[in-house]
């Protein structure tokens, strides 16, 4: 990509001040706690953790806090062909909740949206041949993914057998 984001390797912070909150029209500003949690998962020399859960009281972000850290992930740590996947219990939800937002905020951002092709539940960053898809949770659709990030949304929704053997 033209734009230079292994400098963000060093403060994801920095990377969400350089995308635009669709709803403001301005830069994106992070709670302490989730300063915190990027500066704790991620390190300039990599990545600590293979899984992480941010939790957060109802109506406080956590749907665009996991479409930052989506294309956080994606964008500066995936390298080519990078793979994020948003899931949610079907496939309205997942197109409906945090593949929206990263998709927003894509569209709100001009040195990301000349970069990317939106489509209805894909979002394709042309430069690095990488992506964001939604998804239902259903394993068998998952089958041969090779994900740099999947982020569950909703996960005590997850009702059926077959999106329990997905997450």
Same mark, same amino acid.
């Given at each position: 990509?033209?734009?230079?984001?292994?400098?963000?390797?060093?403060d994801?912070?920095a990377?969400?001040?350089?995308l635009?909150?669709?709803?403001t029209?301005?830069?994106?500003?992070?709670?302490?706690?989730?300063? =915190?949690?990027? !500066?704790?998962?991620? !390190?300039?020399e990599?990545?600590?953790?293979s899984e992480?859960?941010?939790?957060?009281?109802?109506?406080?972000?956590?749907?665009?806090?996991?479409?930052?850290? %989506?294309l956080?992930?994606?964008?500066?740590w995936?390298?080519?062909?990078a793979?994020?996947?948003?899931? =949610?219990?079907?496939?309205?939800?997942?197109?409906?909740r945090?593949?929206e937002?990263a !998709?927003?905020?894509v569209?709100?951002t001009?040195?990301? =949206?000349?970069q990317a092709?939106?489509?209805?539940?894909?979002?394709?960053?042309?430069? %690095?041949?990488?992506v964001?898809?939604?998804?239902?949770?259903?394993? =068998?659709?998952?089958?041969?993914?090779?994900? %740099?990030? %999947?982020?569950?949304?909703?996960?005590?929704?997850?009702?059926?057998?077959?999106?329990?053997r997905l997450?």
């Amino acid at each position: 990509m033209k734009t230079d984001l292994g400098r963000f390797r060093a403060d994801p912070s920095a990377f969400a001040r350089a995308l635009v909150n669709p709803e403001t029209g301005r830069a994106f500003e992070l709670l302490p706690a989730q300063e =915190a949690f990027l !500066r704790e998962l991620f !390190r300039p020399e990599g990545v600590r953790y293979s899984e992480a859960v941010f939790s957060a009281p109802k109506k406080s972000g956590k749907t665009t806090f996991a479409a930052l850290a %989506t294309l956080y992930v994606v964008l500066v740590w995936g390298g080519r062909y990078a793979e994020g996947y948003c899931y =949610a219990n079907d496939e309205e939800q997942a197109r409906g909740r945090v593949f929206e937002a990263a !998709r927003k905020i894509v569209g709100a951002t001009p040195w990301l =949206a000349r970069q990317a092709r939106i489509l209805n539940d894909r979002i394709e960053f042309e430069p %690095t041949g990488s992506v964001i898809q939604a998804m239902a949770s259903e394993y =068998a659709g998952a089958a041969g993914a090779n994900p %740099t990030i %999947t982020v569950f949304d909703e996960l005590w929704a997850y009702s059926s057998e077959r999106a329990r053997r997905l997450g």
